[in-house]
């Protein structure tokens, strides 16, 4: 079974949801059955590189509250944070554009370190105090300590084309699936999750999910010609 997860590093929603899907995913009894991939979900996605501003007043100017309203939005995302185990500042941290991290992460997937690489780029954006914005050789840094090459990671950041298509592709296909943000959880491409649901809620859905797959049905069975372990069969005249 496959599960896609649509995601951004800016997102503390999706760094709480991850935990806990992985909570839920760790009890599952089929876990090493379930492939996890995953996608790309700008929430700022016109933002500029060089556009790095401080979380407070990104977050009292995009939905029209008070600093300390949005203070207290930060604490509490902190305590939720804090109840899965994870670090969380809830001062201090700036927000800017993602689309390189999503670049990187393509580039990382291609190598298998795509989830190593979005654990650290999650815990460098929330957890430390070094900002991850506007910084390739932060983002060099954070590659190197997911296992990949640094001259590798630096040319991909110094190539805007560079995996730029995949990550527009799964920002279209996030939106075709209904998509209206993030985390949004896709189990087989039959069921949809959407938000950071408990891990309980998680559970139900792997269960549901693994126990309603279709097998593959054969409109036309045996007799065609195909290829298989002892090798093809010769074309019948």
Not at 50 to 59: F, G, R
Not at 112 to 127: I, K, P, V
Request: proline share 5%; with cysteine; hydrophobic share 45%.
């Amino acid at each position: 079974m496959r599960v896609e997860i649509w995601s951004d590093i800016a997102c503390p929603w999706c760094y709480v949801g991850k935990a806990r899907f992985e909570r839920a995913l760790a009890a599952f009894p089929h876990r090493d059955e379930v492939e996890v991939v995953h996608r790309s979900f700008e929430l700022d996605p016109g933002r500029a590189k060089d556009d790095v501003q401080p979380v407070l007043a990104m977050l009292a100017a995009k939905y029209g509250m008070s600093e300390a309203q949005a203070q207290a939005g930060e604490d509490d995302l902190g305590a939720q944070a804090a109840a899965e185990g994870l670090p969380y500042l809830t001062r201090g941290r700036d927000h800017g554009s993602t689309f390189d991290m999503h670049r990187l992460l393509h580039f990382a997937r291609e190598r298998g370190r795509q989830e190593a690489l979005l654990d650290l780029l999650y815990r460098a954006n929330f957890a430390e105090e070094r900002s991850v914005f506007g910084d390739d050789e932060r983002l060099v840094a954070l590659a190197v300590a997911a296992g990949l090459d640094a001259d590798g990671a630096r040319a991909v950041l110094a190539d805007p084309a560079a995996y730029a298509d995949e990550v527009r592709a799964d920002e279209r296909e996030a939106a075709q699936l209904g998509a209206r943000g993030v985390p949004f959880f896709v189990l087989d491409r039959a069921y949809g999750v959407s938000g950071a649901q408990p891990a309980e809620v998680f559970a139900r859905a792997l269960t549901q999910a693994w126990g309603e797959r279709t097998p593959v049905r054969l409109v036309a069975g045996d007799g065609g010609d195909a290829c298989g372990p002892d090798g093809c069969a010769a074309p019948q005249r």
